[in-house]
């Protein structure tokens, strides 16, 4: 029989389709090496596989028996460091995460955590060339660049006077957009309308704060102010303005109440905030309402006022505070400065916005996750007497039992008794564990637990200032913080804190365990190990941690420090005071990661 001849593409089909699928396969490779090489996807790729690495969930179960490891003291090794790219890391601000969110009034840019099963446990590292922070008052005027590389704001805003690259440093010669010749004059042109010295004002709140030069300005007329911006694309603003030494915090006015009382703020200011006040029925003019101190000043710089093109938005502003009845003290330049009415004499009134008064039901100190009202707040619904020009001025107002204090039953009593507490721990810590208060290397202070701010009063004549945070799920206690004169926020501790990592040179709570536990039960609704860990993110490398508690939770605060690599020492109360509490020393040791594997 002879041989069939068949054509060269119809011999060994099988054999030839392998042979393709080899090649292809081959050449994709080498094309994908050539991409992740020699083209930027490379990188953007391998960051998204380490923030992924961050982000991603483990087994939940062998998450708890870590935590349960951990709390034994059974857990020898310290916790695992953070990727080296999330040295900037926040939780509950992170932009991949929100991206996913609606866009409508902002929600995407406010804050939204991860469940706590959810949340990574490592510590975040410091970047490679990390120095201990400039010193205050030093460092109002310059930071070290390498513990912020970020040069956008600089590239960008450099030449309105924010920040400048100089050698080794950032320096702030003190402008922003609506000032770029320096806050100074500025605040000078505004003392032509308002009283900005003698102690009439002071708390205030900067809403989109650039790098915070207005409100590190404002501390020599004796005003302490309270500067917020979103994280937004110059990435890094309220970093730069913690680690200036100037009150700051991560925040976005977008579909609720921001964290603060009614009545907290002297003063409120807007530099070309770009808030749409006026927008959704005037909402967010009317959140800004709820925390301005009657007989207080709202200024509003940059659009729209009398602002090319925006003739309509700045009528409706207009409208808006006539509504209110608030007086119109000056309409200088690009620059409005109104003063909010003493009492109720303006509502409910005819206007255009449909504008209301809000019922009794509404508690308007209530504002941890509450969503915003278009409802105006009565000042008769905050009872006691707390306008500008009833309260004490500075300093007097610091000392001074305030009305609010009726909020808690025996509360002036109780106000005095928490005032001589504090005034006696605060010598101790000084004087007998000499801490560092009360010297350069302590400016940015954070209490956990403030109830009356008495911590924050007994250090009023410190070069600091202080974060005092009211736990949502405790007495409303910061209206009465700010009619002392200090500043604050709520929040629940079983969330992460909305501020950059390395931004606190010393964190002080008293009762730490009860920050966790649910109210009037021995139940936890999150654990004393992921709670360290969030206290190791907001402080500084060589910082402070003073913790109060009972001997039995100070035992396990101590196995913690451990694994979190703080150095801890543990101390009796002082002689005065009376309970068993122990005291906890710890600093936070300055280490690096070791090898690229992080």
């Known amino acids: ?114 469940l706590p099963d959810e949340m990574p446990l490592c510590l975040i590292p410091p970047p490679p060339a990390y120095k201990i922070p400039v010193q205050w008052p030093e460092s109002l005027h310059k930071i070290w660049h390498s513990n912020m590389p970020h040069n ?10 924010w920040m400048k690259e100089q050698g080794p440093y950032f320096i702030f010669p003190g402008g922003g957009t609506m000032f770029p010749d320096g806050a100074a004059p500025y605040i000078e042109k505004l003392g032509q309308y308002i009283p900005m010295n003698g102690g009439t004002l002071r708390t205030a709140l900067d809403m989109g704060c650039g790098v915070a030069s207005f409100g590190g300005s404002l501390l020599s007329e004796g005003i302490l102010t309270l500067s917020f911006a979103p994280r937004d694309s110059h990435k890094a603003q309220i970093q730069f303005a913690l680690e200036r030494g100037v009150p700051a915090f991560v925040l976005m006015l977008g579909t609720r109440r921001l964290p603060f009382p009614a009545f907290a703020f002297d003063l409120i200011h807007c530099s070309r905030c770009l808030i749409p006040f006026t927008a959704y029925n005037a909402t ?11 007989g207080g000043y709202l200024v509003i710089s940059g659009p729209p006022v009398q602002w090319p093109k925006q003739d309509k938005e700045w009528a409706d502003l207009q409208s808006v505070a006539r ?11 690009n620059t409005v400065i109104w003063k909010k009415p003493d009492g109720d004499s303006c509502l409910p009134n005819q206007n255009e916005f449909g504008l209301e008064s809000c019922d009794e039901s509404n508690d308007p100190s209530n504002a941890w996750y509450f969503k915003l009202r278009r409802c105006v707040t009565p000042t008769s619904s905050v009872n006691g007497e707390f306008p500008l020009g009833m309260i004490p001025k500075w300093p007097d107002r610091l000392t001074r039992a ?23 721990r605060v010598a ?22 403030a109830f009356f701010g008495g911590f924050a009063a007994a250090l009023a004549s410190d070069p600091v200032w202080v974060m005092n945070v009211v736990p949502a799920r405790k007495p409303l206690t910061l209206g009465v913080i700010y009619d002392r004169g200090l500043i ?17 040179d010393f964190i002080h709570v008293a009762g730490i365990e009860s920050l966790i536990k649910l109210p009037g039960s021995s139940k936890s609704r999150c654990n004393l190990v992921d709670l360290m860990v969030e206290i190791d993110r907001m402080l500084r490398p060589e910082g402070t941690v003073v913790i109060r508690d009972s001997p039995e939770v100070i035992d396990k605060v101590a196995r913690i420090a451990h694994a979190v690599r703080w150095t801890s020492t543990i101390h009796d109360k002082e002689p005065e005071s009376h309970g068993r509490e122990k005291i906890l020393v710890a600093t936070k040791m300055f280490w690096k990661l070791t090898s690229p594997s992080h």
Request: net charge positive; with cysteine; proline share 7%.
């Open 1 to 114: 029989m002879g041989h069939l001849n068949l054509p060269a593409s119809k011999r060994n089909p099988r054999q030839w389709k392998l042979l393709d699928i080899i090649s292809a396969v081959f050449f994709g490779l080498v094309l994908l090496f050539f991409l992740l090489v020699f083209t930027p996807l490379g990188d953007s790729m391998a960051a998204s596989g380490r923030q992924a690495l961050l982000l991603s969930t483990s087994d939940p179960r062998q998450r708890h028996r870590l935590v349960s490891l951990i709390e034994l003291g059974h857990h020898h090794k310290p916790i695992e460091a953070c990727p080296a790219n999330s040295v900037d890391h926040m939780p509950c601000e992170d932009p991949r995460r929100n991206s996913q969110l609606s866009r409508e009034m902002n929600l995407y840019r406010e804050r939204h955590c991860p």
């Open 284 to 294: 967010y003019f009317v959140e800004v309402d709820r925390l301005l101190r009657p």
């Open 428 to 449: 101790y810590y000084k004087n007998t564990l000499n801490l560092k208060l009360g010297t350069p290397a302590v400016r940015n202070v954070m209490d956990m637990n």
């Open 402 to 424: 305030p009305s609010r204090a009726f909020v808690m039953r025996n509360g002036i009593d109780l106000f005095q008794a928490d005032t001589r507490r504090w005034t006696r």
């Open 488 to 504: 604050g926020v709520y929040h629940d501790w079983c969330e992460p804190f909305s501020t950059y990592p390395r931004t606190y």
């Open 152 to 161: 956008k704001i600089a590239d960008r805003k450099g030449h309105q006077g």
């Open 323 to 333: 509504a209110l009845c608030y007086e119109l003290i000056a309409v200088d330049g």
